[in-house]
């Protein structure tokens, strides 16, 4: 389970569970297990404004530099 956070203002967005190495390009939305964001039509933000990401159907394509994550990954 990874906790993943705006870059700007450091408050949290998701908790998510994050399968497997390598970078975050997007989150599916059925491994959203809590859900801070505040969305606006198909964009995702954190609470201060910042965009996080777009609403693609299944997955939400996470928008790199605009927020950071820590955590455990688990093996996939």
């Known amino acids: 389970m990874i906790t993943i956070k705006?870059?700007?203002?450091?408050?949290?967005?998701?908790?998510?569970?994050?399968?497997?190495k390598g970078r975050l390009l997007h989150c599916w939305k059925g491994r959203?297990?809590?859900?801070f964001s505040i969305r606006d039509e198909n964009k995702v933000r954190c609470q201060c404004g910042n965009l996080i990401g777009i609403d693609e159907g299944k997955w939400i394509k996470m928008k790199q530099h605009s927020f950071i994550y820590s955590g455990t990954r688990t093996r996939g």
Do not use: P, S, T, W
């Open 6 to 20: 705006c870059a700007k203002c450091n408050g949290k967005v998701f908790r998510y569970v994050k399968v497997g």
């Open 32 to 35: 959203i297990m809590k859900d």
